[in-house]
T-cell receptor
Framework: GAGVSQSPRYKVAKRGQDVALRCDPI?????LFWYQQALGQGPEFLTY????????KSGLPSDRFFAERPEGSVSTLKIQRTQQEDSAVYLC??????????FGQGTRLTVV | KNEVEQSPQNLTAQEGEFITINCSYSVGISALHWLQQHPGGGIVSLFM???GKKKHGRLIATINIQEKHSSLHITASHPRDSAVYICAVKGDEKLTFGTGTRLTIIP
């Protein structure tokens, strides 16, 4: 969606491979969220940043998942030693000062 | 039981029909979002509301805070309205999503 760019759009990874998913929001948005959407399901919360601070990572499913936003703008979600159950669409979202939500197009990760 | 329940899960209707999608939630919220997701994954926010009713074109969203229920209505439905419609509630910071309603409008 307008204001949030995610890359890559599609990623195929071999089981055990590490992947890095990027979210590049329009500058000036303080709050950034990562969500995971399994096929046929609604998105589920992974983690949340306010500027560079990761304020909530309670949704990360395992310690193989790691997210960062070092300069308070671009964020990267890293998944180490990918497993088949990690296959999903990973969505990045920002929230503006009116609390409106804007979503990226998502990265569809397929682990084979 | 999910915190956000949507019904129906799937809905097929003829072009021109009036469409209603329902959302019930069980937690305290500060706002409720209706979202549209087309094949390919992109999500677009249709409405954000915390009380009453909002209208945008052929779309109408209502919320009843006391009953913890919201509805999304589409008037004069069109095949281009075919998509997945997702209800999401905002508690503290994050959004909690329903599983979505897949709407198909047949010409």
């Amino acid at each position: 969606g307008a204001g949030v760019s995610q890359s890559p759009r599609y990623k195929v990874a071999k089981r055990g491979q590490d992947v890095a998913l990027r979210c590049d929001p329009i500058s000036g948005h303080v709050s950034l969220f990562w969500y995971q959407q399994a096929l046929g399901q609604g998105p589920e919360f992974l983690t949340y940043f306010q500027n560079e601070a990761q304020l909530d990572k309670s949704g990360l499913p395992s310690d193989r998942f790691f997210a960062e936003r070092p300069e308070g703008s671009v964020s990267t979600l890293k998944i180490q030693r990918t497993q088949q159950e990690d296959s999903a669409v990973y969505l990045c979202a920002i929230r503006d000062r009116r609390n409106e939500a804007f979503f990226g197009q998502g990265t569809r990760l397929t682990v084979v | 039981k999910n915190e956000v329940e949507q019904s129906p899960q799937n809905l097929t209707a003829q072009e021109g029909e009036f469409i209603t999608i329902n959302c019930s939630y069980s937690v305290g919220i500060s706002a409720l979002h209706w979202l549209q997701q087309h094949p390919g994954g992109g999500i677009v926010s249709l409405f954000m509301l915390s009380s009453g009713k909002k209208k945008h074109g052929r779309l109408i969203a209502t919320i009843n805070i006391q009953e913890k229920h919201s509805s999304l209505h589409i008037t004069a439905s069109h095949p281009r309205d075919s998509a997945v419609y997702i209800c999401a509630v905002k508690g503290d910071e994050k959004l909690t999503f329903g599983t979505g309603t897949r709407l198909t409008i047949i010409p």
